[in-house]
């Protein structure tokens, strides 16, 4: 069974976040796909600033324990997906501090699905930018994006979103 690292880049927490609710969603769907599915939430388990010497080695004993076990659930994932709300057109600088936490290759022989949600057409912003920093950590973006408009979440039904969220999860499960 593959398995799937769902990462939440909202420092929200709560039933009042949408990303959380992007997140539970993205999280239905794949397990309706048959997919073993892990999730961090990094308004609940945050991560410490990033030092230059996690990007040497995040597995290093001498680094914080959570840094570590980011860092193996990323390594551990057939598949990632990376959901952030838009902040500033761009994605959350929690997201981006986790991302930090991985070593250069951290996404290496990885798909990743890359989820923003935002008001009307924001959304894209993030989805943009993250695209680069999933390459450069040699991860491979999946063709889609995932872009939920925040009004959608309120209320998946009829909104075509639980159906955009199975078909992406599912083709980039293959």
Same mark, same amino acid.
């Given at each position: 069974?593959?398995?799937?690292?769902? +990462?939440?880049?909202?420092?929200?927490?709560?039933?009042?976040?949408?990303?959380?609710?992007?997140?539970?969603? +993205?999280?239905?769907?794949?397990?309706?796909?048959?997919? *073993?599915?892990? @999730?961090? =939430? =990094?308004?609940?388990?945050?991560?410490?600033?990033?030092?230059?010497?996690?990007?040497?080695?995040?597995?290093?004993?001498?680094?914080?324990?959570?840094?570590?076990?980011?860092?193996?659930n990323v390594?551990?994932? *057939? /598949?990632?997906? /990376?959901?952030?709300?838009?902040?500033?057109?761009?994605?959350?600088?929690?997201?981006?501090?986790?991302? *930090?936490?991985?070593?250069?290759?951290?996404?290496?022989?990885?798909?990743?699905?890359?989820?923003?949600?935002?008001?009307?057409?924001?959304?894209?912003?993030?989805?943009?930018?993250?695209?680069?920093?999933?390459?450069?950590?040699?991860?491979?973006?999946?063709?889609?994006? =995932? @872009?939920?408009?925040?009004?959608?979440?309120?209320?998946?039904?009829?909104?075509?979103?639980?159906?955009? +969220?199975?078909d992406i999860?599912?083709?980039?499960? +293959?």
């Amino acid at each position: 069974m593959k398995k799937v690292l769902i +990462i939440g880049g909202s420092p929200r927490l709560g039933a009042d976040s949408k990303t959380t609710k992007l997140v539970r969603e +993205i999280e239905e769907a794949a397990r309706e796909v048959g997919l *073993d599915v892990n @999730i961090w =939430l =990094l308004g609940e388990r945050p991560l410490p600033t990033a030092m230059p010497h996690y990007h040497e080695d995040p597995m290093d004993a001498a680094n914080p324990q959570t840094v570590r076990d980011f860092a193996k659930n990323v390594r551990d994932a *057939d /598949l990632l997906v /990376l959901t952030t709300p838009t902040y500033h057109g761009s994605y959350s600088s929690h997201l981006k501090n986790a991302l *930090d936490c991985l070593g250069g290759d951290g996404f290496s022989g990885k798909t990743v699905v890359i989820a923003s949600q935002g008001w009307s057409a924001t959304a894209m912003g993030p989805a943009m930018h993250l695209q680069d920093v999933v390459r450069t950590l040699e991860g491979t973006p999946f063709r889609r994006f =995932l @872009i939920a408009n925040a009004g959608d979440l309120d209320s998946t039904k009829g909104s075509g979103l639980k159906e955009r +969220i199975t078909d992406i999860i599912k083709e980039a499960a +293959i």
